[in-house]
C-alpha cells in the first residue's frame, strides 16, 4: 500500500498521503519559519498503518522540500527517526 501521492496543501500547513483512488491515508503537519520548515507532526490512518505510508509521506515531503530549497526542521518524532536512518536527507536538516 505504499503507492501514495503526497502533495503538499499550504493552505493546510500539511502534506497529504492519498491512494491512487484518492482516499487519504496519511498526514504531515507543518510550520512555516521563513525559509525554513518546521515538520511538527505526522499522522498515518489507523487501517493503513504498517504498510509504509509514514515512510512513503515523510520521503516524498522532504523530496519536494528539497527541490523547494528549504530547509527542515524535524520537530516530530517520526521524521526525526526516518532522517536517522536516511543520511541522504541529513544535508537539509537543521535544529532549531
Known amino acids: ?47 493503513a498503518e504498517g504498510h509504509g505510508i509514514g515512510s512513503a509521506l515523510v520521503r516524498q515531503a522532504l523530496d519536494q522540500l528539497r527541490a523547494a530549497g528549504a530547509r527542515v526542521v524535524p520537530q516530530c518524532a517520526f521524521v526525526r527517526a526516518f532522517v536517522a536512518e536516511h543520511p541522504e536527507y541529513r544535508d537539509m536538516v537543521i535544529d532549531h
Not at 20 to 47: I, K, N, S
Open 1 to 47: 500500500m505504499t503507492d501514495v501521492v503526497v502533495t503538499d496543501v499550504p493552505d493546510a500547513l500539511r502534506f497529504e498521503a492519498r491512494t491512487p483512488g484518492g482516499d487519504l491515508v496519511g498526514t504531515a503537519a507543518y510550520e512555516r519559519r521563513g525559509d525554513d520548515v518546521v515538520l511538527t507532526h505526522t499522522v498515518v490512518e489507523p487501517a
